[in-house]
């Protein structure tokens, strides 16, 4: 099936909700403006469509392989990566001073869906890369800056992150990977890393990998973790690559899904290297701080990942619709036809597809919005307005990547089930994205990391004020629903309402438990990371509602508003009514949640 990036969506979201013109009037975004991001967007469809689409079945069905230590992608991927680093998008949201185009997030993140929808498992190795030279700006020296972060943006170079370890996953107070400091400043790394994303391949001449260890004398737990540059390659003085380093791989991954992307196990110190036994590291930043260099990949990456949730729940909804409309079967039960009809003139096929999209919509809005917060935060001149802006952000971070991933296995499922039998069947191709989805709610941080993250440092640590702080732009939105002449703004506004007063309770509920009660708190957690997500999604929904009704009474692209307004009907009715039910279970079931014996389950 043909993808077609979902161009005109995005800028919609990005002009009448994400506001790019306000973010058109920071300093050095300013070329940055509606017709900038239509120019970038329209050509990056074009790339991702005829280059990047074509591979995604492909790399499912022949995922590259291993040989001794090497790993070979997916046939085609090596010449996708590097036309796509040619042509510059690899650098599109990067600083101008390393090589990049400084485009604000809030255009990159839209380019960045389209290759995630094209092919999930290539863009991963983009991703990793970009959280990579996140870290080295943040917490790098000069020089490793100046070293690694013009190859990565150019693309010949690309990096990785490094966390997990056999007895550690998200608990990384277990980590055990070792540094030992030498008398040149450089440190020797031994130990093992496990499920690491595009850890070894052969599309570029050298890999960057950000590594997690302790030193000798570290204090136990995450207080006591560094990290590393630890390169596959040494880079001379003159920028040329040197001597092979100890770090190795020892073998990757068979996986439900994303199969094209690798995922190594990587063994440092084992003498495999030309400068062992121990690879060499240079350390990033001031010993015993590398967790809180290593978040600042994290959060970035679990943006992206909330951004691939989107991106394949979009390929799975395209696919369905395809399929729907082309798939001959049973009588309509209006007898509107007298045969036989396409299975989208059924209701129940009709209520799929628009749970699909109406989840995607709502999730992409959420997330430009986000995006726009994000480069507020980090360029907006008004050093109180960035400080609202990053409070705001750091609250959806965790929305934007629990809720859209959550959603893309249910997208993804009601894709399979639009097929019916053929859903099953691998050569249609709709089982792809279900099982390509079912990482994405687990990696950089599981949804229960996510609600745990939302309910100790996102509403407790500041008694919920940015909660009632969004709570109080939603009244508004209300307001301005129930002031106008439509049923169908007024109506939502109601619903609207609705679920803003069960996030208040919830949000009380709450910091009422959190320290004298933590396992009710926390036992609903997730149910309040979805109602969350589900009402500052509606928002937007409602917001998008205001917009297409006003621009479709004067004539204005009439086909799109009026999808637009039949989405966000949908979406009150049928997903904005899911936070009541999400509500009386965290308020009423956290006691059942615990009350079974251990020995009983």
């Known amino acids: 099936m043909t993808f077609r990036a979902p161009v005109k969506d995005q800028l919609f979201c990005m002009k009448e909700l994400a506001g790019l013109d306000k973010i058109a009037q920071i300093p050095g975004f300013e070329e940055a403006g509606y017709e900038t ?22 790399g499912d069905q022949d995922h590259g392989s291993w040989d001794d230590g090497v790993v070979r992608a997916s046939a085609g991927f090596k010449e996708a990566y590097k036309a796509l680093t040619e042509a510059g998008w690899h650098g599109l949201q990067q600083p101008t001073q390393y090589g990049g185009q400084g485009l604000p997030k809030t255009i990159g993140s839209a380019c960045l869906e389209m290759t995630m929808a094209a092919n999930l498992s290539f863009s991963l190795c983009s991703i990793l890369t970009t959280g990579a030279i996140e870290a080295l700006m943040t917490a790098g020296s000069d020089e490793l800056k100046t070293r690694y972060i013009p190859k990565m943006i150019e693309g010949p170079w690309t990096g990785t992150m490094n966390l997990t370890e056999p007895q550690a996953g998200s608990d990384l107070a277990l980590v055990r990977s070792k540094a030992v400091k030498q008398d040149d400043g450089t440190y020797r790394i031994s130990g093992q890393k496990i499920f690491i994303t595009w850890g070894e391949h052969d599309m570029v001449e050298n890999i960057v990998h950000l590594v997690l260890a302790r030193t000798p004398d570290a204090p136990e737990g995450v207080k006591g973790i560094s990290l590393f540059v630890v390169p596959k390659f040494l880079v001379n003085e003159d920028g040329s690559l040197g001597k092979r380093n100890d770090v190795y791989c020892a073998s990757i991954e068979e996986k439900l899904g994303i199969k094209a992307s690798p995922t190594a196990v990587l063994v440092f110190g084992d003498d495999k290297g030309a400068v062992g036994p121990g690879a060499i590291g240079y350390l ?16 970035a990456a679990r943006y992206d990942v909330g951004m691939q949730g989107i991106a394949v729940s979009e390929r799975a909804y395209q696919h369905a619709v395809a399929y729907a409309k082309d798939r001959i079967q049973s009588r309509p039960v209006d007898g509107s036809q007298p045969g036989s009809a396409a299975i989208i003139h059924h209701p129940d096929v009709k209520r799929m597809l628009m749970t699909m999209r109406a989840l995607i919509e709502g999730a992409r809005a959420m997330a430009l919005v986000g995006a726009a917060a994000y480069d507020t935060a980090h360029h907006h001149p008004d050093a109180e307005v960035a400080k609202q802006a990053q409070s705001f952000y750091e609250f959806l971070v965790p929305l934007i990547k629990g809720f859209s991933t959550e959603n893309s296995v249910e997208v993804t499922s009601l894709g399979v089930q639009v097929h019916g039998g053929m859903g099953f069947i691998e050569e249609t191709g709709a089982a792809q994205y279900y099982r390509d989805a079912r990482i994405l709610p687990i990696y950089e941080g599981t949804t229960a990391i996510q609600a745990n993250d939302l309910v100790g440092r996102k509403t407790a640590r500041d008694r919920g004020a940015m909660a009632k702080s969004i709570a109080a732009q939603i009244a508004d939105v209300e307001g301005q629903l129930a002031a106008r002449d439509s ?19 919830v949000v009380e509920f709450v910091l009422a438990n959190v320290k004298t009660n933590p396992n009710a708190a926390f036992a609903g957690s997730v149910p309040y990371l979805m109602l969350s997500a589900n009402l500052v999604s509606g928002w937007q929904m409602a917001r998008a509602l205001i917009v297409a009704e006003d621009k479709l009474a004067v004539g204005e692209d009439a086909a799109f508003m009026t999808a637009k307004i039949a989405t966000a009907r949908f979406y009150g009715d049928h997903i904005l009514a899911r936070v009541t039910s999400l509500r009386d279970s965290i308020l009423t079931g956290g006691e059942s949640v615990t009350a079974m014996p251990l020995d009983a389950f």
Do not use: D, T
């Open 37 to 58: 991001a239509q120019a970038v967007l329209e050509e990056a469809a074009k790339f991702n469509e005829a280059v990047v689409a074509p591979l995604n079945w492909s």
């Open 487 to 505: 049923a169908a703004g007024k109506k939502l506004g109601l619903q609207l309402k609705a679920a803003r007063e069960s996030f208040l309770q």
């Open 284 to 299: 990033v930043g001031e010993e015993n701080r590398g967790l809180e260099y290593m978040f600042i990949m994290m959060n």
